[in-house]
């Protein structure tokens, strides 16, 4: 199968030209300023006439068919990498989760058994480590040889994910001989159960009070522990889901002192704030997720991080939760509400609309915070992550003047209402190549579930 994309503006990182891509079976084959010359030897022509060409998004964040408090986050590895695909998404990681007591390796094989034959784009897993010990320890390297090379660890809910000092010391130590990556959720989790309980005993059980008891100076805290520790053993370190303006300075004194710590932030603290919280009856459930939204003004920093490299991607942390018979799990009790919130296929045209046509971020810096930059950090690159002879053709026509209406009745995740709802963007994706198949087509669905496949990926480098 051959595919000309033709007459398109081509956006990496770095370049923006006009021109033409030619895909040969799963690779870019050959990039030109005209490649007329060979249009009739093609299967399929695409004409990219006034849309951008870019490379597909990744999102190194996503929780699909996840167990959470009682309950499972909405969206399967087919639904939910579909939406992605709607949204300009062509790769994910996921999390695989290890429990106490279980192998490393059980975890993959159960994460993987949850994708195959489900997911329409490319996927690969990060492992979440509850249960450091020296055969958990030891699996680590085998998983970085087999293509899982990043784990993600927990400051946050003792008892559950959270990881004392120790261990996350010694797990920091460990990729530091094996290569792999430290991934770090990082809020202050002994601090905020103790604001938790105190707050329940005072009758405080509404969703606002999810916030109100995850204070900003404990994400700092944990993000500046985190780094702390990653210094001590010599080792980058990567923090998850970034929202506080007070974590970010931790980051950014870091970064100024030349050590490798890298972040990530989320469009839900770009766009929502605290204010979510305060809407009326059981609806700041919708925006319940750790950590919390914060305030307005905080935006303003994130952005100020993101455009000057001190923030290095953008990443969703899906997790969707139904209102229905899920939120509601939390109606009389704010902590038993299930952490999450949707947010798969919104993300690029979100961060293209309030980013680049707001004069925040270049469409440059676009494309490398949405796909370049994760991909490089979590050893994909330039497999993926960039238009160039030789890479995945993971493609996305995108039409920049194209308005829509964010609305959980037109989206295609699984979940009865979105974060974003009611509000219009400028900027969308129109048609989607995951390895040079076609996905979605002029706004249409294409694809097929299964052929997404597991990315076996590389150490940093
Ligand atoms: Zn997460």
Same mark, same amino acid.
């Given at each position: 199968?051959?595919?000309?994309?033709?007459?398109?503006?081509?956006?990496?990182?770095?370049?923006?030209?006009?021109?033409?891509?030619?895909?040969?079976?799963?690779?870019?084959?050959?990039?030109?300023?005209?490649?007329?010359?060979?249009?009739?030897?093609?299967?399929?022509?695409?004409?990219?006439?006034?849309?951008?060409?870019?490379?597909?998004?990744?999102?190194?964040?996503?929780?699909?068919?996840?167990?959470?408090?009682?309950?499972?986050?909405?969206?399967?590895?087919?639904?939910? !990498?579909?939406?992605?695909?709607?949204?300009?998404?062509?790769?994910?990681?996921?999390?695989?989760?290890?429990?106490?007591?279980? !192998?490393?390796?059980?975890?993959?094989?159960?994460?993987?058994?949850?994708?195959?034959?489900?997911?329409?784009?490319?996927?690969?897993?990060?492992?979440?480590?509850?249960?450091?010990?020296?055969?958990?320890?030891?699996?680590?390297?085998?998983?970085?040889?087999?293509?899982?090379?990043?784990?993600?660890?927990?400051?946050?809910?003792?008892?559950?994910?959270?990881?004392?000092?120790?261990?996350?010391?010694?797990?920091?130590?460990?990729?530091?001989?094996?290569?792999?990556?430290?991934?770090?959720?990082?809020?202050?989790?002994?601090?905020?159960?103790?604001?938790?309980?105190?707050?329940?005993?005072?009758?405080?059980?509404?969703?606002?009070?999810?916030?109100?008891?995850?204070?900003?100076?404990?994400?700092?805290?944990?993000?500046?522990?985190?780094?702390?520790?990653?210094?001590?053993?010599?080792?980058?370190?990567?923090?998850?889901?970034?929202?506080?303006?007070?974590?970010?300075?931790?980051?950014?004194?870091?970064?100024?002192?030349?050590?490798?710590?890298?972040?990530?932030?989320?469009?839900?603290?770009?766009?929502?704030?605290?204010?979510?919280?305060?809407?009326?009856?059981?609806?700041?459930?919708?925006?319940?997720? =750790?950590?919390?939204?914060?305030?307005?003004?905080?935006?303003?920093?994130?952005?100020?991080?993101?455009?000057?490299?001190?923030?290095?991607?953008? =990443?969703?942390?899906?997790?969707?939760?139904?209102?229905?018979?899920?939120?509601?799990?939390?109606?009389?009790?704010?902590?038993?509400?299930?952490?999450?919130?949707?947010?798969?296929? !919104?993300?690029?045209?979100?961060?293209?609309?309030?980013?680049?046509?707001?004069?925040?971020?270049?469409?440059?810096?676009?494309?490398?915070?949405? =796909?370049?930059?994760?991909?490089?950090?979590?050893?994909?690159?330039?497999?993926?992550?960039?238009?160039?002879?030789?890479?995945?053709?993971?493609?996305?026509?995108?039409?920049?003047?194209?308005?829509?209406?964010?609305?959980?009745?037109?989206?295609?995740?699984?979940?009865?209402?979105?974060?974003?709802?009611?509000?219009?963007?400028?900027?969308?994706?129109?048609?989607?190549? =995951?390895?040079?198949?076609?996905?979605?087509?002029?706004?249409?669905?294409?694809?097929?579930?299964?052929?997404?496949?597991?990315?076996?990926?590389?150490?940093? !480098?």
């Amino acid at each position: 199968m051959r595919t000309l994309i033709r007459n398109g503006t081509i956006v990496t990182a770095t370049d923006l030209y006009k021109g033409d891509v030619l895909v040969d079976g799963e690779k870019i084959a050959v990039i030109g300023t005209t490649l007329d010359g060979i249009a009739d030897g093609v299967d399929k022509i695409i004409d990219a006439s006034g849309k951008y060409v870019l490379p597909g998004g990744i999102d190194v964040h996503t929780h699909l068919d996840m167990p959470f408090g009682g309950t499972t986050s909405a969206d399967d590895f087919e639904s939910g !990498t579909t939406a992605a695909a709607f949204g300009g998404t062509t790769s994910i990681v996921d999390f695989a989760i290890q429990y106490r007591g279980q !192998t490393l390796h059980h975890a993959w094989e159960t994460w993987a058994k949850k994708a195959e034959g489900k997911a329409v784009i490319d996927y690969g897993f990060h492992m979440i480590m509850t249960d450091l010990n020296d055969q958990t320890e030891a699996e680590m390297d085998a998983l970085v040889r087999q293509g899982i090379t990043s784990f993600k660890l927990f400051m946050a809910y003792p008892g559950v994910f959270m990881l004392d000092d120790a261990s996350i010391f010694k797990a920091l130590l460990r990729t530091g001989k094996n290569g792999g990556t430290i991934c770090m959720h990082a809020e202050n989790g002994g601090v905020i159960d103790v604001l938790v309980q105190r707050a329940l005993a005072a009758g405080k059980t509404a969703p606002k009070y999810h916030a109100l008891t995850r204070p900003a100076r404990a994400e700092a805290e944990a993000t500046h522990r985190a780094i702390a520790l990653a210094e001590i053993a010599d080792v980058p370190i990567y923090i998850v889901h970034l929202s506080a303006a007070e974590a970010l300075e931790m980051v950014t004194e870091a970064r100024d002192r030349g050590l490798p710590a890298y972040a990530e932030t989320c469009p839900q603290y770009l766009f929502l704030s605290y204010d979510n919280y305060e809407e009326p009856g059981f609806d700041g459930a919708k925006y319940v997720m =750790s950590p919390p939204l914060r305030q307005k003004a905080t935006q303003d920093q994130l952005w100020r991080g993101l455009a000057f490299n001190d923030l290095q991607a953008i =990443s969703t942390d899906h997790c969707p939760f139904c209102m229905k018979e899920q939120k509601e799990l939390g109606r009389s009790d704010f902590s038993k509400i299930p952490n999450g919130a949707p947010g798969i296929e !919104t993300r690029m045209s979100l961060v293209y609309d309030g980013g680049v046509r707001a004069n925040r971020i270049s469409l440059n810096r676009f494309v490398e915070l949405t =796909s370049t930059s994760p991909a490089r950090i979590f050893g994909l690159f330039p497999r993926k992550g960039t238009i160039a002879p030789g890479s995945d053709a993971d493609i996305v026509v995108f039409d920049p003047n194209r308005t829509t209406t964010l609305s959980a009745r037109t989206l295609h995740m699984n979940v009865d209402y979105n974060p974003y709802e009611g509000r219009t963007v400028t900027g969308a994706t129109d048609t989607v190549l =995951s390895r040079g198949r076609l996905v979605i087509e002029n706004g249409k669905f294409v694809g097929r579930a299964g052929s997404g496949s597991f990315i076996k990926r590389s150490v940093r !480098t």
